[in-house]
């Protein structure tokens, strides 16, 4: 339940910001692509041969391009026209783009959510107790934080991913299951490894945050009294501190997540990441045609853009709505 003066902050901000209205749009339209992905694919996004009958990739609708075709023992040029089958043309397999588009996307916010949820459950109970009991607790916590952060993000995670290796995960698609959406894969690959891997590497961020924010909370008037009166310390980091610690969490979960996609996607652009079916490895399968046959790496690039952004703008939202210090753009 959202308290009422935090609800009409982030309504006020909302009617303000032209800025926050683009990026809710943005994100709702790609989280309806994740989660309807079979009901809007127009093909299996996993088979192969959507070629026209010269064996050429389609092209997206509205363009075409030129390339060479055997003839009579020579080569000479030819028109490569687009279909309507093929909204955004096809790859150099023959897969179909637009459908590997949105089920990229499925893969892209899932590690993106699922790793920052995990990174904010391991790393907001670490910096609570860190910077609520302080002292030497804290140093020897910080520490370990300290070390996690001397290395490089995808450094890091490609050491990680080198030592449990990559291992996606199968979950059975409802929508196909019901009979919905025939002839789409019945199952969704959710990169296990990835997406554990991920937090590892961003759960100390969450970690320093926390720790500000209960190095500053553990000397309020309230926390004092609830000691006087025999709470114990769980009582009071469950009930006092984290309650009032969560302001700036928030904001940096939203910002991690446009973060982790973009990790995401480098790690499947590496061929890290444990399934096919992702934005980066589109990227890396389309970086060698970029001349002749340009929509296949540039059509899940744009993807991964409008992603990040619309995420940003609704952390900027965010960090307008709950931090009364920052003149944000309505204001």
Same mark, same amino acid.
């Given at each position: 339940? /959202?308290?009422?003066?935090?609800?009409?902050?982030?309504?006020?901000?909302?009617r303000q910001s032209l800025l926050?209205?683009?990026?809710?749009?943005?994100?709702?339209?790609?989280?309806?692509?994740?989660?309807?992905?079979?009901?809007?694919?127009?093909?299996?996004?996993?088979?192969?041969?959507?070629? =026209?009958?010269?064996?050429?990739?389609?092209?997206?609708?509205?363009?075409?391009?030129?390339?060479?075709?055997?003839?009579d023992g020579e080569f000479v =040029?030819?028109?490569?026209?687009?279909?309507?089958?093929?909204?955004?043309?096809?790859?150099?397999?023959?897969?179909?783009?637009?459908?590997?588009?949105?089920?990229?996307?499925?893969?892209?916010?899932?590690?993106?959510?699922?790793?920052?949820?995990?990174?904010?459950?391991?790393?907001?109970?670490?910096?609570?107790?860190?910077?609520?009991?302080?002292?030497?607790?804290?140093?020897?916590?910080?520490?370990?934080?300290?070390?996690?952060?001397? @290395?490089?993000?995808?450094?890091?995670?490609?050491?990680?991913?080198?030592? @449990?290796?990559?291992?996606?995960?199968?979950?059975?698609?409802?929508?196909?299951?019901?009979?919905?959406?025939?002839?789409?894969?019945?199952?969704?690959?959710?990169?296990?490894?990835?997406?554990?891997?991920?937090?590892?590497?961003? &759960?100390?961020?969450?970690?320093?945050?926390?720790?500000?924010?209960?190095?500053?909370?553990?000397?309020?008037?309230?926390?004092?009294?609830?000691?006087?009166?025999?709470?114990?310390?769980?009582?009071?980091?469950?009930?006092?501190?984290?309650?009032?610690?969560?302001?700036?969490?928030?904001?940096?979960?939203?910002?991690?997540?446009?973060?982790? !996609?973009?990790?995401?996607?480098?790690?499947?652009?590496?061929? @890290?990441?444990?399934?096919?079916?992702? &934005?980066?490895?589109? /990227?890396?399968?389309?970086?060698?045609?970029?001349?002749?046959?340009?929509? !296949?790496?540039?059509?899940?690039?744009?993807?991964?853009?409008?992603?990040?952004?619309?995420?940003?703008?609704?952390?900027? &939202?965010?960090?307008?709505?709950?931090?009364?210090?920052?003149?944000?753009?309505?204001?």
């Open positions: 339940m /959202i308290p009422g003066r935090l609800r009409a902050n982030l309504e006020h901000e909302f926050a209205k683009v990026g809710l749009v943005l994100l709702i339209g790609i989280l309806c692509m994740a989660v309807f992905a079979p009901l809007l694919a127009t093909h299996d996004p996993t088979r192969t041969g959507h070629f =026209d009958e010269n064996g050429n990739s389609y092209p997206p609708i509205g363009t075409e391009y030129t390339t060479q075709i055997g003839e =040029d030819a028109e490569v026209e687009a279909t309507s089958e093929h909204i955004l043309g096809t790859n150099n397999i023959g897969q179909d783009v637009f459908s590997r588009l949105v089920y990229g996307a499925r893969t892209s916010l899932l590690v993106g959510l699922l790793g920052t949820g995990l990174a904010v459950a391991i790393g907001v109970p670490f910096g609570l107790v860190a910077g609520y009991y302080g002292g030497r607790v804290d140093d020897a916590m910080m520490r370990v934080a300290d070390v996690m952060l001397a @290395f490089p993000s995808l450094v890091l995670a490609l050491a990680l991913i080198g030592v @449990f290796g990559t291992a996606g995960i199968r979950v059975p698609d409802p929508i196909v299951h019901a009979g919905f959406a025939e002839g789409m894969p019945r199952s969704t690959a959710i990169p296990g490894t990835v997406t554990i891997v991920v937090a590892l590497v961003t &759960w100390v961020w969450f970690a320093r945050v926390a720790r500000g924010e209960a190095l500053s909370v553990r000397n309020e008037e309230y926390v004092k009294a609830a000691r006087s009166i025999g709470a114990s310390d769980w009582t009071i980091l469950r009930k006092h501190v984290l309650p009032n610690s969560l302001t700036p969490v928030i904001v940096l979960a939203t910002i991690q997540v446009a973060f982790i !996609i973009l990790l995401e996607s480098s790690l499947s652009y590496l061929g @890290f990441s444990g399934t096919t079916l992702s &934005w980066g490895y589109e /990227i890396q399968q389309g970086q060698d045609y970029l001349r002749t046959r340009w929509w !296949i790496a540039t059509i899940p690039g744009i993807g991964i853009v409008l992603a990040v952004i619309s995420v940003n703008l609704l952390g900027d &939202w965010f960090r307008d709505a709950l931090d009364p210090n920052i003149e944000g753009e309505g204001r």
